[in-house]
């Protein structure tokens, strides 16, 4: 009889005489790629843009870099700030610091203001009119990276803390005193690198911590628990230093966000996929004595749904590389990369370390024939003892949902169709900023800018024009329009006249959602003024510059990019799930629940964020990478649970399949959406806010899918829909047969 596939490779990475190959070729790639290349981690981030060249706030930039640039270089915003007023004591420090920075200049310092040698009241000129907060600027080359950066930083607070006889940088704000916080993009730049750096060895910690407690806590078995462990840190052994070797090639750009949450997906998913064979392959030795011939069925039984399960997850993710935004483009080939190697290892290290330990690998609760208990019995003088029937929970759910679907059906609708319902009350922020911890010292510093000085100074808008050489007072008309509080005088181009450039600022929170919603209504009104005055084409004259203008492109270039990736992503999963299950019906109504879940766990998300964390927004870019996760994630358990239903039905009636498929899945769905969520809900025990609320939506989402979308709504429709949840492949001609 020929063997297929599935079972010829069963018999390799599980034989008798072959088991030892895989960790053979696995131990000899992770030890020479180690050595030859070097870790993910010890690759310095990337500063590639996130938004493309051809957008209107990067083409301003690009004009202010050659038309208006001042070489100024970038800067470190020093705030000083005391709550009931700068004394004079503190001007002086001020002035001796800044003589020091003119003597012993800092590494890459470019350039720093004259406040060394400018009379104190010329700089209490420049301190808020409340009298309690001064900015001074420190310039610094714009290649320098970020270990200068942090290293300048370390020595200037040394510097500060000698000249005053005390440390202003740490006590708290409601403190009483002089406090110093650096914020600016250099301050914002070293935070940001050390809050994701922080976040990489905490992360892999608890993560690790977590799959072993709770795989102990489900399996009740030591030595299993630590193999899905081994096998995951097998694949991290050769993912880390692949990586490593593409950032090093220039093929990818080293994401610190992206290694943070590929870690969890590592572990997640590679728990995940190792529980289904482990799950099978145990249900196996309870009717077959031959461990070696027990994995072979194993593989040969749970090995495609493991493979196409993980191929839907790199697929998924692939998908982010269409992206125009450039963190999603980051996110893509580490995390499918990661997610291959890992179901790869699970389809090689895990059968083999499965059969070289044998079945002491779950101990105490060790699985055997009846047969063997029966001998075991004997040799001990026990009478045997029929074993107790498994899976008793799981029968009811499988009994309520082939007897009751329409309430099943109904019921879970409505909740979750409930929980979607406040999706649109979701508010968003493309603030990086905002993703700080309060209590970190750039989002301090900001907030201090920001209460004592006006909120538009924190980011001016800049516009930039072309004249066309017509003579246009911009700064007059500008401040005719609503919504500015200031505008300053209009600039010249260097090599080009006919540019002119205006910094105004807004009257309220640059930040804000009322603010980037100002950016398309001012170029409106820009336009306006130069058709005015007979320029042609003046829409194509104008461009607007600054934090603000970046953030409303930051906003359409995701709306683009999920306007693009959710409908490619869906159709890609529905033609791998239609060439694995050959029916459209399925298809159609497994893509169907699981889009339904994630807008329910976005839902719910927000409710938990905005009322027990209180979030007033969720960064921007959370829905499409929930999205991502969830669904690729969320079809993994369906292939899973659908895939023994379509087995079972081949020698079964309809409903005892749909009823056995729950039953022999439930289990190892429930411990692996438990794990999952668990390493995802680790996120939320970080301090950037973007990672918590990304992990919070997706470990809510990977619950409901778990314990709502898999074990109920899903056979609950199959059940339903009869003969026709196989339409129209093979079970579905051959169930009046």
């Known amino acids: 009889m020929k063997r297929g596939p599935l079972e010829l490779w069963g018999s390799l990475v599980g034989g008798k005489k072959t088991s030892w190959i895989p960790l053979v070729v696995w131990v000899l790639l992770v030890t020479v790629l180690s050595f030859l290349w070097p870790q993910i981690n010890s690759i310095e981030n990337g500063s590639a843009n996130d938004l493309p060249k051809e957008l209107m706030s990067q083409k301003a930039e690009q004009l202010i870099s050659d038309e208006f640039s001042s070489d100024s270089g970038n800067p470190l915003l020093v705030v000083w700030h005391r709550n009931d007023a700068l004394k004079d004591d503190d001007i002086e420090a001020i002035q001796n610091v800044y003589k020091n920075l003119m003597d012993q200049p800092l590494t890459k310092q470019q350039s720093i203001p004259p406040l060394g040698t400018l009379p104190s009241q010329a700089i209490k000129a420049e301190v808020s009119e409340n009298g309690t907060t001064i900015v001074t600027p420190i310039f610094f080359d714009k290649d320098a990276s970020t270990d200068v950066l942090k290293t300048n930083v370390e020595k200037f607070e040394k510097l500060v803390t000698k000249e005053l006889g005390e440390d202003p940088f740490s006590n708290k704000l409601s403190e009483s005193g002089l406090h110093l916080r650096l914020s600016g993009p250099v301050g914002i730049q070293i935070d940001a690198v050390s809050l994701f750096s922080q ?62 949450i590929m870690t969890v997906l590592l572990f997640g998913a590679g728990t995940d996929y190792c529980l289904f064979l482990i799950s099978k392959y145990r249900d196996i030795l309870y009717e077959e004595e031959n461990r070696f011939k027990a994995m072979k069925i194993a593989v040969k039984e749970s090995g495609g749904a493991i493979a196409m399960s993980a191929l839907t997850v790199v697929i998924g993710l692939l998908t982010l590389s269409l992206a125009h935004y450039g963190s999603f483009q980051r996110f893509s080939i580490p995390f499918s990369f990661a997610v291959l190697l890992v179901g790869i290892a699970s389809l090689t290290v895990l059968p083999a370390l499965l059969v070289l330990i044998g079945r002491i690998t779950f101990y105490p609760f060790i699985p055997r024939t009846v047969e063997m208990e029966k001998a075991r019995a004997e040799k001990k003088g026990k009478v045997f003892k029929e074993p107790k029937p498994k899976h008793r929970f799981s029968r009811k759910i499988g009994h309520v949902v082939t007897r009751k679907p329409w309430t099943v059906i109904i019921t879970t609708i409505i909740l979750l169709g409930g929980l979607a319902t406040f999706v649109p009350k979701i508010q968003f922020t493309f603030d990086l900023l905002s993703s700080f911890p309060k209590d970190i010292a750039s989002r301090e510093g900001f907030q201090l800018i920001s209460d004592n000085f006006s909120p538009g100074e924190l980011a001016p808008v800049k516009v930039i024009v072309d004249t066309d050489g017509k003579n246009i007072d911009l700064q007059k008309e500008l401040k005719k329009l609503s919504n500015v509080d200031q505008v300053n005088k209009p600039l010249t181009g260097k090599t080009r006249e006919e540019l002119q450039l205006v910094e105004l600022y807004l009257d309220g929170n640059p930040y804000s959602t009322e603010a980037i919603e100002q950016i398309p209504k001012l170029k409106k009104q820009v336009t306006a003024i130069l058709q005015d005055v007979g320029i042609q084409d003046a829409s194509k004259r104008v461009w607007i510059g600054g934090e603000t203008a970046t953030q409303y492109d930051t906003k359409q270039t995701i709306e683009r990019d999920e306007s ?35 807008f329910a766990a976005l839902g719910a998300g927000w409710l938990i964020l905005h009322y027990f964390f209180d979030a007033d927004a969720i960064q921007g870019s959370i829905p499409l990478y929930s999205f991502v996760f969830l669904v690729a994630l969320g079809e993994d358990y369906n292939i899973f649970m659908v895939s023994e239903i379509w087995k079972k039905r081949k020698k079964q009636d309809h409903h005892s399949a749909v009823s056995d498929g729950v039953v022999h899945t439930s289990n190892v769905i429930t411990s692996a959406g438990l794990i999952l969520a668990g390493t995802f809900a680790v996120l939320a025990t970080l301090p950037i806010q973007a990672l918590v609320q990304f992990g919070v939506v997706t470990a809510i989402g990977v619950l409901l899918d778990t314990f709502i979308v898999r074990p109920l709504l899903v056979p609950a429709i199959t059940t339903v829909l009869g003969k026709y949840a196989f339409w129209p492949g093979k079970l579905f001609k051959n169930a009046d047969k």
């Open 199 to 260: 976040a990489d060895v905490k992360l892999m910690i608890a993560t690790v911590l977590l799959v072993l407690v709770l795989l102990i806590l489900l399996y009740r078995s030591p030595i299993l628990a630590v193999v899905p462990l081994l096998v995951v840190g097998f694949a991290y052994g050769l993912i880390s230093p692949s990586l490593g070797f593409f950032s090093e090639q220039g093929w990818i750009t080293k994401d610190a966000q992206a290694v943070s």
């Open 564 to 598: 693009i990736i959710i409908p490619t992503m869906i159709a890609i999963i529905a033609l791998l799930l239609l060439g694995y299950l050959r029916s459209i019906t399925a298809t159609l109504y497994l893509i169907g629940t699981v889009v339904l879940s994630y």
